[in-house]
């Protein structure tokens, strides 16, 4: 069983950063990815970043060279760090993970981004 926590998030200037955080815990030796999602309002969710234990990284195109994901296997942490923030990001971001064939996800942290 695997527990995922967030933390970060809140409101912004478009233009602006913030990070997001997520820590993994529980019966874990081996987590095979670690990512974010979001859903705003009336729409589907979407994967944003994703990233491997071998450090592969995956980005959403919308994100792309705006968003970087990292990883910490040690801890069992993966942070976004979001630059350039447009009002379209605005959405709930959840943390992701693939372990032992299962998914989780965490509770979600709200993103807003004023314009």
């Known amino acids: 069983q695997v527990q995922l926590v967030e933390s970060g998030g809140g409101l912004v200037q478009a233009g602006g950063s913030l990070s997001l955080s997520c820590a993994a815990s529980?019966?874990?030796?081996?987590?095979?990815?670690m990512g974010w999602y979001r859903q705003a309002p009336g729409k589907q969710r979407e994967s944003v970043a994703g990233v491997t234990t071998g450090g592969r990284t995956t980005y959403a195109d919308s994100v792309k060279g705006r968003f970087t994901i990292s990883r910490d296997n040690a801890k069992n942490t993966v942070s976004l760090q979001m630059n350039s923030l447009k009002p379209e990001d605005t959405a709930v971001y959840y943390c992701?993970?693939?372990?032992?064939?299962?998914?989780?996800w965490g509770q979600g942290t709200q993103v807003t981004v004023s314009a």
């Open positions: 992701n993970a693939l372990h032992l064939a299962r998914e989780y």
């Open positions: 529980g019966t874990i030796f081996n987590i095979a990815y």
